[in-house]
């Protein structure tokens, strides 16, 4: 049932980056599943706009937050379960790692910066770093 919440979950989120990429005027290319959930591709230009970019890569962790603040007013199992898992996507996917929605914002920020190049460079480097961390992290939840 928890798996079923999440992947729903991770449905709703990238439906909202369609949705926003439809409005903002961008069209699809590719949808796709993984084991751990769904990912979708816009038909890239040089002439996306920055702001454009960052609003569609912020529209999938905005859904899970708004899901959660619906079902955190319900004061049942299933719903609070439903608040967790949208509040953990949420965070989650606003990491700077590869190839989460924080990670993309990153890039794309430093990107305006430092040129195309330097900014993959600088922020796979970023991204590397966090990893590392969570993964030490982890190691010693696990040793504890």
Do not use: A, W
């Amino acid at each position: 049932m928890i798996y079923l919440i999440f992947l729903i979950s991770i449905f709703i989120h990238e439906l909202s980056h369609i949705v926003v990429g439809f409005l903002l005027g961008y069209k699809l290319k590719k949808i796709g599943m993984l084991p751990v959930g769904f990912y979708i591709e816009f038909e890239t230009s040089y002439n996306i706009v920055f702001i454009k970019k960052i609003i569609i890569l912020l529209s999938g962790p905005i859904s899970n937050f708004c899901i959660s603040l619906f079902f955190y007013k319900f004061n049942t199992y299933f719903s609070e379960k439903i608040f967790l898992i949208n509040i953990f996507l949420g965070i989650f996917n606003l990491l700077p790692i590869y190839p989460l929605d924080g990670e993309n914002i990153l890039n794309q920020s430093i990107q305006i910066f430092c040129g195309y190049k330097k900014g993959n460079n600088k922020s796979f480097i970023v991204s590397k770093c966090c990893l590392c961390c969570i993964t030490f992290l982890y190691s010693l939840l696990i040793l504890l």
